[in-house]
């Protein structure tokens, strides 16, 4: 299995408790950004497989950087194609098959 990344939807700006610096507010509800990701994934058609599993011992309860709590079902989504890669900016590259 490859880790590719993670997500989180921005709905805000926050100060920072950690430095009193400003930082994106997140959703507290992270599930919801990871559910966008994984249909948006699955709507191109390019997925295989999905499945869900949960690592082991698994974060329950969070707080985000400006120490609003988050509170992550802590389930990890794995997607499968022969054909996708995310690139680094979010954009989804579909990769062409051996040409004949």
Known sequence: MLW???ATHDIGFERDQRNNGVT???DPDIDLE???VEK????TGLVTEISHFLPGNPMKEAKT?????STPTARCSSLNSTNL???PDGRVLHL???SR
């Open 34 to 36: 990871r559910d966008y």
């Open 65 to 69: 950087a400006t120490a609003a709590p």
């Open 96 to 98: 062409a098959g051996p």
């Open 85 to 87: 890669l995310l690139l």
């Open 40 to 43: 948006t994934l699955a709507s």
């Open 4 to 6: 590719v990344g993670d």
């Open 24 to 26: 994106h507010k997140i």
